[in-house]
C-alpha cells in the first residue's frame, strides 16, 4: 500500500486530495496545525479514530516552521509521496505579513526537502510542490506557460518563487523526483471565506437572505481563470504519477471577471444588479427580485421606490424591533403568522428559527462569517 504525506490537510485541496488518494487505495498522513479551536470540518468525515484497526487516515501536529517536527514526522511515515500544500495563501494578507509568508512558504519548502534529504528519502520520496500562477504577476506573454519567465508581484509570489526554484534545485542537485505544479485558480465549496469566489457567494447569500445589507468589494475588472479544486488535486497525483520529474502549468484556459462572477452568483439568487458610477465609487444596488431566493425560501416584494438597496439599514428592524417588509426574516415572520401552528394530522408545526443568529438573537455567531449586505463599492483595495 502506497504512503502519502500531506502537508495542508486541513485546507481545500489538502482535503479533496486526502479523499482521492483514499479512495486510490493510499494510507494517508496529514500535517495539521495546533489551534485552540477545531480546524479540521472539511476531513472530519475522513477521520478514523487511531484505535480502530488498520486505520488509512492520520493526523500528526506539525508545522512548516519546525524542522525537527517535520524530520520526525517524515522519519516515522517514510512516505512514498509528499504533497506540500501547507502555506499562507492569501495574496492580500502577504502584503501585511511578509516575514511570516517568507518563513512558511518559501523556508518552509526548504525545510521539508532538507528534511527527505537528510533521512535518506530522496531517492524515494515524491515530492509535489504547490506553486502557483502567481508567479506570473506581471504577464510576460499570454497565455502563460511552463517556458513563461516569472515577475511576481506580491510577498506571497516571491516567497512561492523562492519554493519554486528551491524545488527544481533538489530535483537538479539530488535527484529527486520534485515537481511543481503551477496551479491556476481553483475553487469549491470548501475555498476558504476571504477568498473572492466564496466572499461573494456568501455575501450574496446573506443579502439574499436579510441577513448584512452591503458587500465591499476590490478591483471588480480583475480576471482570474477558475477551475475546480477537485479536478486540480487528480492533476497533482498525475504528475507524481509520471515516468520523469516535471514542472506542469494546470489551468482551464478561460478567463472571467470578479464582475462576472459577482453577476452569476446574483442570479442564481434571483437577484438583478445595477452597476452605477465607476472607480472606487461604482456601486452595485439590488433592482429586481425573482424566485427563490435562499434554501428554502421565497425573497419578499420589495418597493420599487426604494433605491437604498434590497434590504434596508438597521438589520432589517425599525426602532419597534419590528422586521422590516422585503427581508427573508420578514417573510418567515408572515409565514408564521398565516400558518397555523398545528398541522391538519395534528402534529405541531416547526417555527422559523434564524439559523445563523446566537441566542439573544443579537449578534451573528460568527462574526467573521457574516458581513454582508446590498451595496458594491469598489474600493480599489483587495480586502479580505
Ligand atoms: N480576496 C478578494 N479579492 C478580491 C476582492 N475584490 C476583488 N478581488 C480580486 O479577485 C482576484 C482573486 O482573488 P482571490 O481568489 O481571493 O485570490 P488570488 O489573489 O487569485 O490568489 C489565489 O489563487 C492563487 C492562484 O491559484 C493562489 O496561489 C493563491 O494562494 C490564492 O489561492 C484578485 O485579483 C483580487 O484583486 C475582494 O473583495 N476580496
Given at each position: 500500500m502506497k504512503r502519502a504525506l500531506i502537508t495542508g490537510i486541513t485546507g481545500q485541496d489538502g482535503s479533496y486530495l486526502a479523499e482521492f488518494l483514499l479512495a486510490q487505495g493510499y494510507e494517508v498522513h496529514g500535517i495539521k496545525r495546533r489551534a485552540s479551536q477545531f480546524n479540521t470540518q472539511r476531513i472530519d468525515h475522513l477521520y478514523e479514530d487511531p484505535h480502530d484497526h488498520d486505520p488509512r487516515f492520520h493526523l500528526h501536529y506539525g508545522d512548516l516552521s519546525d524542522s525537527s517536527n517535520l524530520t520526525r514526522i517524515l522519519s516515522e511515515v517514510r512516505p512514498d509521496e509528499v504533497y506540500n500544500l501547507a502555506a499562507q495563501s492569501h495574496v492580500g494578507v502577504s502584503f501585511e505579513s511578509p516575514e511570516y509568508t517568507a518563513d512558511i512558504d518559501a523556508l518552509g519548502t526548504l525545510r521539508l526537502l532538507e528534511a527527505i534529504r537528510f533521512l535518506g528519502l530522496q531517492e524515494t520520496t515524491r515530492f509535489y510542490q504547490a506553486s502557483t500562477s502567481e508567479l506570473y504577476g506581471l504577464v510576460q506573454e499570454i497565455p502563460q506557460r511552463e517556458t513563461t519567465p516569472f515577475h511576481p508581484r506580491s510577498p506571497y509570489a516571491v516567497a512561492k518563487l523562492y519554493a519554486y526554484w528551491i524545488t527544481v534545485n533538489y530535483r537538479e542537485a539530488y535527484g529527486m523526483f520534485a515537481c511543481n505544479g503551477i496551479l491556476f485558480n481553483h475553487e469549491s465549496p470548501r475555498r476558504g471565506e476571504t477568498f473572492v469566489t466564496r466572499k461573494i457567494t456568501r455575501g450574496l447569500a446573506n443579502i439574499a437572505m436579510g441577513l448584512e445589507d452591503c458587500l465591499y468589494m476590490g478591483n471588480l475588472d480583475a480576471r482570474r481563470d477558475w477551475g475546480h479544486a477537485r479536478d486540480y488535486v487528480r492533476m497533482q497525483w498525475l504528475m507524481l504519477q509520471q515516468d520523469a520529474p516535471e514542472d506542469y502549468v494546470i489551468a482551464t484556459g478561460q478567463q472571467h471577471s470578479v464582475r462576472d462572477f459577482v453577476q452569476w452568483s446574483a442570479a442564481a439568487l434571483g437577484l438583478t444588479l445595477a452597476f452605477e458610477g465607476s472607480g472606487v465609487d461604482e456601486v452595485a444596488r439590488v433592482e429586481r427580485v425573482a424566485g427563490p431566493v435562499g434554501p428554502g425560501g421565497q425573497a419578499g416584494r420589495r418597493d420599487p421606490a426604494d433605491r437604498s438597496g434590497l434590504f434596508p439599514a438597521g438589520?432589517?428592524?425599525?426602532a419597534a424591533g419590528r422586521r422590516h417588509a422585503g427581508t427573508r426574516a420578514a417573510w418567515l415572520d408572515a409565514r408564521d403568522r398565516r400558518t397555523?401552528?398545528?398541522r391538519r394530522d395534528g402534529r405541531r408545526r416547526p417555527r422559523h428559527r434564524a439559523p445563523v443568529r446566537d441566542a439573544a438573537r443579537q449578534?451573528?455567531?460568527d462574526p467573521r462569517g457574516l458581513r454582508t449586505i446590498a451595496r458594491m463599492r469598489q474600493t480599489g483595495g483587495m480586502p479580505a
Open positions: 438589520r432589517g428592524r425599525d397555523p401552528d398545528v449578534r451573528p455567531r
